[in-house]
């Protein structure tokens, strides 16, 4: 890793999820930020319940989650406009 360092200024490594195995935790030591991918309408609640455990834990730095797959929503929304009479 160090010298991917030395030669790339973002270094991008896959890694199974939190608590499959330990790889991550491994890999999470060299890391300057920790990705989560969270699919809409895919991606279980406990596995979110899961991460805020984490975070709360301070088991891993810099965690951030990444929203993906988000369906727009209908209905009610902020706008602007006006009318007459």
Known sequence: MKQL???YEYIIVDAPPVGLVADYYILSKYSHA???????????????EDLNSIHQDKKLNNLFIVYNDS??????????????G
């Open 71 to 84: 369906k727009g929503r209908n209905g009610y929304g902020y706008g602007y406009g006006y009318g007459y």
């Open 34 to 48: 920790n990705l989560f991918m969270v699919r809409e309408n895919y991606s279980k609640l406990n596995s979110l």
């Open 5 to 7: 360092s030395e030669k």
